[in-house]
């Protein structure tokens, strides 16, 4: 194993050109990478290739077209299974209808849509000829769907008349008419709806039957090859001002660096291993690991479309068991809620089949840690807990099965060919065990190309605290062996039960609110989701009178922010105050906040204008908290 650490040391570009001709390419590169134009970087520019022929086809050609490529769990128990040659066929249908209705390469199609085989066949459609996904996480709401979907200039929707979740439909379809209505989305020429719940939807003349469309669709369709550099797909994600940011990836890169990273970290035998990741396609991690990366290597995965205690706690682990998985990726959030639950959880499922467990989303403490490889791993599974970010578009940093020895919380080392350090506030390197930036020296395949509409946002955001570097938004350390702990966000970022979050875009959804004058949102520590959402809201006295009392107030403005941005959104607390901490400068204190929120005592109040001002604050908290 440590061959290919020290192939990628000797010979950086050499080692990503190797893992990029694993791919097929229509036309060879001959290029690796161009950086003339830094940060905009260019990978294996003068290739072409086709990413939607690079998870089907070719293994089709290469006689595997019988392996079962997705393995289908409905929440309700119905299942599905699809070999390579049955996904294809469905997505060279998919294909040609979306070019029946003019998609061209280049144009985007949004993506709202439960995690059922049609999604990926969707997905999969859409890059065959060159356009370009937007998926959108199901558990966003109407208004952020809007605000993606005008954003990318969307031209057709995908989506489902409902998903089953927690044993309820999860309505779509009408998240989406919400969405369009009073032509809000002036580019969306149609909508396709996915049958899968058969509950009422509204059918205008936008909208187009999913089954009705490709029952007409030609069955044949001939990729062809793209730039490497082709956009691939725009996936939203939250930075640190209110406004989320469409993160662009390209084809060639994007390819090498999901499929690299997910046959390496997972040590996969694809021939043999059954592979599943619980993850969202909405989510980066459902794009790298549940299609682009799985798929690419000839994989045989699981997916499940519901929610881990739907009908009971035991779900997840009968999966693993019917279906005999041997690699299993999750979020410590996920693992955490199974360890309060208790580990007779999992009793009486087999899980012997596992050999590799991941981790990814949020930092894993060693408690979790633990639980998951005595509980869950028996005592003989590795655990690789992976780092990385939407922006990256894989795995960064992470233990390699066999490399070297694991140890309980740290995410361990930067994978071959990504280099990394950490550096202080001057950006120079620091010593081990002090606490510093998280940064990405060299550029690599996989990673961005830009803020969709915004190329100043990118340069902006991630390469100007340290120039010449990407800086990545998390504090890390190095211990003495060299080893790598992810520390956490060092900005205005959340991560609750390890979705992504800002909290400036929940502060603009609330004072969006006419009782809001004011808002601050923080981050508390919670058990199980990692962080949860505190807001402090200063109300605007002239629009209260007519207003509710504060119990009341506080539910209607957590029902605004899941209206605003979605359920993953709601704040757990929502605390009336009369005023918020503040520097004289007019800066808002969230450290102080922070503090009150976690139950922790308070810092530093000097460089307050008003020190009295979280006295009471504290005193209110800690009155509701009794109550
Ligand atoms: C955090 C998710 C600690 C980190 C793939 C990062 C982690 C953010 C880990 C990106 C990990 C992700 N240990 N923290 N193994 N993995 N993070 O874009 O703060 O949803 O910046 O991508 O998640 O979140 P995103």
Redesign the pocket.
């Known amino acids: 194993m440590d061959n290919i650490y020290q192939a990628a040391e000797r010979d950086r570009l050499g080692f990503w050109a190797d893992q990029a001709r694993d791919l097929h390419w229509h036309k060879p590169f001959s290029q690796v990478l161009d950086f003339s134009d830094a940060p905009f970087a260019k990978w294996f520019a003068d290739g072409q290739l086709n990413a939607s022929y690079n998870c089907l086809d070719r293994h089709v050609l290469a006689g595997l077209g019988e392996r079962t490529a997705l393995l289908f769990e409905g929440e309700p128990g119905d299942t599905a299974s699809f070999s390579y040659s049955e996904l294809l066929a469905e997505t060279k249908r998919a294909a040609n209808a979306l070019l029946a209705l003019g998609v061209q390469a280049g144009d985007r199609v949004a993506i709202y849509a439960p995690l059922i085989p049609e999604t990926i066949i969707a997905m999969l459609a859409v890059v065959r000829i060159g356009a370009v996904h937007s998926v959108v996480f199901g558990g966003f709401s109407a208004e952020a769907l809007r605000n993606r979907i005008q954003d990318a200039g969307a031209k057709i929707v995908i989506t489902a008349d409902g998903g089953f979740r927690k044993g309820k439909v999860h309505e779509l379809k009408t998240a989406v008419d919400t969405a369009l209505a009073d032509n809000s989305c002036p580019t969306v020429e149609k909508t396709i709806v996915i049958r899968r719940t058969n509950s009422p939807v509204t059918i205008s003349t936008m909208d187009l039957w999913w089954h009705e469309l490709i029952a007409a669709a030609e069955p044949e369709h001939e990729a062809i090859g793209f730039d490497s550099e082709h956009p691939l797909f725009i996936l939203y994600?939250?930075g640190t001002t209110g406004k989320p940011k469409g993160?662009l990836h390209s084809t060639g890169g994007y390819l090498t660096g999901a499929s690299f990273t997910h046959r390496t970290v997972f040590d996969l035998r694809p021939e043999k291993d059954v592979y599943w990741c619980t993850a969202d396609v909405g989510?980066?991690?459902g794009h790298?690991y549940v299609v682009y990366g799985p798929l690419a290597n000839a994989a045989t995965q699981v997916i499940y479309e519901g929610t881990p205690d739907t009908p009971s706690f035991g779900r997840w682990w009968e999966i693993i068991a019917k279906y005999k998985v041997s690699i299993f990726y999750t979020a410590?959030t996920a693992i955490r809620t199974f360890m309060k639950v208790g580990r007779d959880v999992v009793s009486g499922h087999d899980l012997s089949s596992l050999r590799i467990l991941g981790?990814?989303?949020?930092?894993?403490n060693p408690e979790a840690w633990h639980w998951y490889h005595d509980v869950i791993g028996n005592k003989n599974c590795e655990i690789v807990?992976?780092?990385?970010?939407?922006?990256?578009g894989s795995?960064m940093?992470?233990a390699i099965p066999g490399a070297f020895k694991t140890k309980p919380g740290a995410?361990q080392r930067a994978l071959p060919g990504i280099t990394v350090g950490i550096v202080d506030e001057a950006g120079n390197p620091i010593q081990p065990d002090t606490a510093g930036y998280l940064t990405i020296d060299e550029p690599w395949p996989s990673m961005l190309r830009g803020v969709w509409g915004d190329p100043e946002r990118f340069k902006e955001t991630y390469w100007s605290k340290f120039p010449g570097k990407y800086f990545?938004?998390?504090g890390a350390r190095f211990d003495s062996d060299g080893d790598i702990w992810?520390?956490?966000?060092i900005d205005d970022?959340i991560?609750v039960s390890?979705?992504?979050l800002s909290t400036a875009e929940i502060e603009s959804a609330l004072v969006e609110h006419h009782w809001v004058a004011e808002a601050a949102v923080v981050g508390a520590k919670d058990e199980i989701t990692e962080q949860a959402i505190v807001a402090f809201v200063v109300l605007r006295q002239d629009e209260i009178a007519d207003a509710p009392i504060e119990a009341d107030m506080a539910q209607t403005l957590k029902d605004w922010v899941v209206q605003k941005i979605g359920a993953i959104a709601r704040p757990r607390q929502i605390m009336v105050v009369a005023e918020l901490p503040k520097t004289r400068s007019g800066k808002i204190m969230r450290r102080l906040l922070r503090d009150v929120a976690d139950g922790r005592a308070i810092g530093d109040v000097t460089t307050l204008a008003d020190s009295s001002v979280m006295s009471s604050i504290k005193e209110k908290m800690e009155n509701e908290s009794h109550d």
């Open positions: 994600t939250s993160i989510w980066v991690t790298s410590p981790s990814v989303g949020e930092p894993i807990d992976t780092w990385w970010q939407t922006e990256t795995i940093i992470s995410a990545a938004g998390d992810i520390l956490g966000r970022v991560k390890g979705h992504r």
